[in-house]
């Protein structure tokens, strides 16, 4: 096996796609140098201070630039502004000798095979013998960079394609050469997963690999059939987003994020290389070529098929190149499609629907899948990659061939030949040997169709798939809101799956079930799940029908419930790890923060958010923070309780939410301690092996001890703070009321300042407090209108 380490790396290229690689490598800490060229001309400011081309801060220029760019973009590449310190600027003329000390090199300059091929040959002058070399090329031949080189140059060498912006798209295409050693190809693609946290497909060496051809065909057949359709911009994308399993950006507001400049280059670089009636697809039409000439690139110049005029949204008519107000489809299968449930029974109700919505997306689903069948072999091995490919780096919920099962592949193909499509022979003969699905489920097991047999679809071993895990071994327990899994080696999983994975009296019926059971029969319990988010917070419809009905004594219990199955949480006698990931607000922050360790997903964006809906953290999130701050202390530091509650105190009255899991630890809502996942699906197998690592330590559960408060004197600091933001019109009256609780929580009530208190004393101030807040009409009337518009209300 290749003994490789990647400990530093190098970027050639500092554009956004080469700072945004080299911010995500920074991200999972590995320190970067980032290269580009040196400038020709001063810069007046230059100038100005008397600096000569000659001089390192003007010769490096380019590449600092761009790394400090990195700490204003959005979405924000770095999970962490700290991360940007790994990152060292330099310039392809004075540090390519610094290549020495390097493990990787990855080249991210203009897409030109010459320029390519020009770097390379300087690469392999100053790289050390066995560094991986690899080209972020979008599609010219991986194979034409190497001619030429040294022979262990070409052996370390592939091509990885990563998707804009790094940070967040999960597909990376690896592209071996004739040359690459199967070694090093096998270590980038568990690196990728592992390390960088990817989705990692191998792709074959040919026109925009797998994603991008398939991708950009299917956004060219969208546009054609569009204008042939007579339906505008808008119209079509608001049936070619959720409603079909794509991204919310459709189709067109993708073009605009994406960059028609961008986009007109890949297409252009499979239209210089196919030929006939493919060709004839990757031809740009007329109007983006105006577009482009017009500099209405899309979203980094401000418009593009969308132009966005104060608070309205206008669209782009594509035969005037005037803009007018944006529109939606209206027809009879769109509505019966947002009855059903599951995107295939969407998709089903659709495509064979004969008005206008169902036609359009026949034609273009059709065309799309077909044109995938065509290209397996030459593009991929196999469907899983390329269905993979597609769901990874396009956001698509279903790959080519699993929407093609779900809308059902006899039925489909018969209709297809009706209407002349020519369906690929490979197709027709699986139908004809007995074979109706591209995939198919067995004992638990996922297995796909390849060549007149159905093979295992292969997974990482650090993937816990909890569907197929239910399907195999069943439910130790579940109800309408939570499920125990035994997801094996002595481990417990309690799973949330309400809606929204909101908090209610099943859910803590659940965790306390959880917690008893894992404590007789299990080495720990991990909290977790694979839903759309991690937990969004308790159920405010509940609660508010509650607190309308005057039903205070019920709210009452399920408070002191919460309070109870979270203290059981934290001092059960067998590790609790939390695995959150996305939204984990309000009750999703408090079930993880009493957690004996947690483990979460890089993409976490963890707060105590209920002042929003008018009210203050009722799960014992108050007093959880703050303990994790008093705990976040280094020893022997003397510890200035009032600078604690002052930043507890500020992150919950300004319902602060982190960016990502690094900013969660920054806020302290992780500790140093808890751990992060890169990727998102080895996440639950990471919680479970530090549940197993706790028990084989010898976990000893928490001793109960008692908290020292800032008290009276405290309070009175922290009112004086908020009266500060309330004069300056940054807290409302209601605002203030509600700070004024959370205040008074924080500090303890009226003890003197250092008194230690019990949490249970906490608990009961942060009850009484919540209880107060429901009742006020204001507060029911935020609540009322985060249930209606799903945004806050400032009242």
Request: proline share 4%; with cysteine; aromatic share 8%.
């Amino acid at each position: 096996m290749l003994n490789q380490l990647i400990k530093k790396a190098a970027v050639l290229g500092s554009g956004v796609m080469g700072s945004g690689i080299a911010a995500h490598l920074a991200n999972i800490g590995i320190p970067t140098l980032l290269l580009d060229i040196v400038p020709r001309e001063l810069t007046k400011e230059e100038a100005a201070k008397g600096l000569t081309l000659e001089d390192k801060q003007v010769r490096n220029r380019i590449s600092a630039a761009n790394i400090q760019k990195l700490l204003k973009q959005k979405p924000a590449p770095l999970t962490s502004k700290k991360n940007i310190a790994l990152i060292e600027a330099g310039n392809l003329e004075d540090d390519l000798v610094k290549l020495k000390d390097v493990d990787w090199v990855i080249e991210v300059v203009v897409e030109n095979l010459n320029v390519k091929k020009q770097v390379f040959e300087k690469v392999d002058q100053f790289r050390k013998p066995g560094s991986i070399i690899s080209s972020n090329t979008s599609g010219i031949s991986v194979e034409a960079m190497v001619e030429g080189r040294s022979e262990d140059f070409q052996k370390h060498f592939l091509g990885t394609h990563f998707f804009n912006p790094p940070r967040y798209l999960k597909l990376l295409e690896v592209i071996p050469t004739q040359y690459t050693d199967p070694e090093v190809l096998s270590f980038m693609k568990t690196f990728g997963e592992d390390v960088l946290g990817k989705g990692v497909v191998v792709a074959k060496d040919t026109p925009n690999f797998i994603a991008n051809r398939i991708g950009t065909y299917g956004l060219l057949v969208t546009v054609r059939e569009m204008m042939k359709a007579e339906l505008s911009v808008g119209e079509v994308d608001s049936i070619t987003g959720p409603l079909i399993g794509r991204a919310k950006s459709a189709t067109f507001r993708t073009l605009d994020v994406v960059g028609l400049d961008t986009f007109y280059h890949v297409a252009g670089n499979v239209y210089e290389k196919v030929e006939g009636e493919e060709k004839e697809v990757f031809k740009v039409p007329e109007f983006l070529n105006k577009m482009i000439e017009n500099g209405w690139l899309g979203s980094k110049t401000g418009q593009g098929f969308f132009l966005k005029k104060g608070k309205e949204i206008l669209e782009l008519d594509p035969n005037t190149l005037e803009y007018g107000p944006r529109k939606k489809l209206s027809a009879p299968s769109i509505e019966l499609a947002k009855q059903e449930k599951g995107t295939a029974n969407k998709l089903k109700a659709l495509v064979y629907a004969n008005d206008k919505a169902g036609q359009f997306l026949w034609t273009t689903f059709t065309q799309n899948i077909v044109y995938s069948a065509k290209l397996l072999g030459e593009i991929a091995d196999d469907i899983v990659a390329i269905d993979r490919a597609m769901k990874w780096g396009f956001g698509w919920e279903m790959g080519p061939f699993e929407t093609w099962d779900a809308i059902g592949i006899e039925k489909s193909v018969q209709k297809m030949q009706e209407s002349g499509i020519d369906v690929p022979a490979w197709v027709l003969e699986m139908l004809e040997k007995g074979f109706t699905s591209f995939y198919k489920e067995e004992d638990g097991e996922l297995y796909f169709y390849d060549h007149g047999e159905y093979k295992l679809v292969e997974f990482n071993p650090k993937v816990i798939d909890l569907k197929k895990l239910k399907k195999q071994k069943g439910v130790i327990k579940k109800n309408s809101g939570a499920s125990l899994i035994d997801i094996g080696d002595g481990v417990a999983l309690l799973e949330f799956h309400s809606p929204n994975n909101a908090l209610g009296f099943d859910t803590i019926q659940m965790i306390n079930f959880a917690i008893d059971e894992v404590e007789k029969n299990y080495k720990g319990l991990v909290i977790g799940n694979q839903g759309k988010n991690f937990c969004v917070g308790a159920n405010l419809a509940m609660m508010l029908m509650e607190a309308q009905d005057d039903n205070y004594d019920e709210l009452d219990m399920v408070v002191r419930q919460l309070h109870s199955a979270m203290l059981k949480v934290k001092y059960s006698s067998k590790p609790v790890v939390a695995a959150p990931f996305s939204m984990t607000l309000g009750g999703g922050a408090e079930v993880c923060l009493p957690a004996s360790k947690i483990q979460a997903s890089s993409e976490t964006y963890m707060g105590l958010v209920e002042v929003g809906v008018g009210l203050l953290p009722g799960g014992g999130g108050n007093k959880e923070l703050y303990i994790k701050h008093l705990e976040g202390l280094p020893n022997g530091v003397q510890v200035d309780l009032q600078a604690v509650a002052n930043k507890v105190f500020e992150t919950i009255a300004t319902a602060k939410v982190s960016t990502s899991a690094a900013e969660a630890r920054d806020n302290n809502f992780l500790s140093a301690a808890d751990g992060i996942s890169i990727n998102s699906d080895h996440q639950l197998y990471d919680a479970k092996q530090a549940v197993l690592a706790l028990h084989e330590q010898g976990y000893k559960p928490r001793v109960r001890r008692k908290v020292p408060v800032v008290g009276e004197p405290g309070y009175a600091t922290l009112l004086l703070g908020a009266e500060g933001m309330r004069l300056s019109g940054y807290l409302s009256d209601h605002d203030m009321k509600i700070a004024k609780k959370i205040a008074y929580v924080i500090a303890g009530g009226k003890v003197p300042y250092g008194t230690e208190v019990d949490e249970q004393y906490l608990l009961d101030l942060e009850r009484e407090a919540f209880l107060s807040l429901i009742r006020e009409p204001k507060t029911q009337q935020r609540m009322q209108h985060m249930l209606l518009k799903g945004k806050p209300l400032r009242n």
